[in-house]
T-cell receptor, first 109, second 117 residues
Framework: RKEVEQDPGPFNVPEGATVAFNCTYS??????FFWYRQDCRKEPKLLMS???SGNEDGRFTAQLNRASQYISLLIRDSKLSDSATYLC??????????FGAGTRLTVKP | DTGVSQDPRHKITKRGQNVTFRCDPI?????LYWYRQTLGQGPEFLTY????????KSRLLSDRFSAERPKGSFSTLEIQRTEQGDSAMYLC???????????????FGQGTRLTVV
């Protein structure tokens, strides 16, 4: 089993749609969680951290379920500029940060 | 510029040659990571350091790969006897890990794109 698994995608949605990405992780002792965004041929950049209580940043909402070892990202009212690859990142206890394979999102007019 | 910097940005080498990449992390960050990324895939973990100590190395990593962070600041990644399959983007990232066991988010450099011909 992969350490971090994401929805394979790709997701093609119209502007204004709501889209959700899911991610599971294998190490139950994982300590911190993030969503990163990566544009084509660019380095990954932090989108948001994920907290146990869930957190929201504008149109973006992240959720963490430790019992199920599951992380989600919800994007509401999607914009053309949201088109990118979204990477789930897990910091595993005693180990380095692990990335999922990424889910590609394309928002169309 | 106080971000993570990598050098060179691009490297073309012949199969069998050795290459070395450098990463300068954000100065106050004690953790430094190396990843490899190919088209359509997420960053694949290679190794990471806390200060000068190499804490983990991927089991998938060939003995041809070695990394150092001699003074706990910059790091180098060397690939010996390069193969065509080594062609990829090599990404470096740094973060701050606290004694309470919490890790800040990682900041990435722009990467070194390696092409082995």
């Amino acid at each position: 089993r992969k350490e971090v698994e994401q929805d394979p995608g790709p997701f093609n949605v119209p502007e204004g749609a709501t889209v959700a990405f899911n991610c599971t992780y294998s190490n139950s002792a994982s300590q911190s969680f993030f969503w990163y965004r990566q544009d084509c041929r660019k380095e990954p950049k932090l989108l948001m951290s994920v907290y146990s209580s869930g957190n929201e940043d504008g149109r973006f909402t992240a959720q963490l379920n430790r019992a199920s070892q599951y992380i989600s990202l919800l994007i509401r009212d999607s914009k053309l500029s949201d088109s990118a690859t979204y990477l789930c990142v897990v910091n595993m206890a005693g180990l380095g940060m692990r990335f999922g394979a990424g889910t590609r999102l394309t928002v169309k007019p | 510029d106080t971000g993570v910097s990598q050098d060179p940005r691009h490297k073309i080498t012949k199969r069998g040659q050795n290459v070395t990449f450098r990463c300068d992390p954000i100065s106050e960050h004690n953790r430094l990571y190396w990843y490899r990324q190919t088209l359509g895939q997420g960053p694949e973990f290679l190794t990471y350091f806390q200060n000068e100590a190499q804490l983990e190395k991927s089991r998938l990593l060939s003995d041809r790969f070695s990394a150092e962070r001699p003074k706990g600041s910059f790091s180098t990644l060397e690939i010996q006897r390069t193969e065509q399959g080594d062609s990829a983007m090599y990404l470096c990232a740094s973060s701050l890990w606290s004694s309470r066991g919490m890790n800040t988010e990682a900041f990435f450099g722009q990467g070194t794109r390696l092409t082995v011909v």
